[in-house]
């Protein structure tokens, strides 16, 4: 199974970036798609952004025109580029990717924490 190993997360004030790398222990063409997602305490896991084999990006609604996914073949590393900031995007950031067989593989996360 591919590994995925998160980094780049910390602490940022609101207004400010941090770029988030993830990179994979394999081709990340591997995957299907791949995805970040995030959790913050007492809340649900949910969907970020997704960027899949043929470069078709996805956002959710909340990050649209702030977030940008994008990947780096040559470094099997995908991005999430964060700028806009917001103490409600304050999470633990978790890479996953699903493979063509329909397999998932997990980050152990990366904690973002935004400032007011």
């Known amino acids: 199974q591919v590994q995925l190993v998160e980094s780049g997360g910390g602490l940022v004030q609101s207004g400010g970036s941090l770029r988030l790398s993830c990179a994979a222990s394999d081709s990340i063409f591997s995957f299907e798609q791949m995805s970040w997602y995030r959790q913050a305490p007492d809340k649900q896991r949910e969907l970020v952004a997704t960027?899949?084999?043929?470069?078709?990006?996805r956002y959710a609604d909340s990050v649209k025109g702030r977030f940008t996914i994008s990947r780096e073949a040559s470094k099997n590393t995908v991005y999430l580029q964060m700028t806009g900031m917001k103490p409600e995007d304050t999470a633990v950031y978790y890479c996953?990717?699903?493979?063509?067989?329909?397999?998932?593989?997990w980050g152990q996360g990366t904690q973002v924490t935004v400032s007011s």
């Open positions: 996953n990717g699903q493979s063509w067989t329909g397999a998932t593989s």
């Open positions: 960027i899949f084999n043929t470069a078709t990006t």
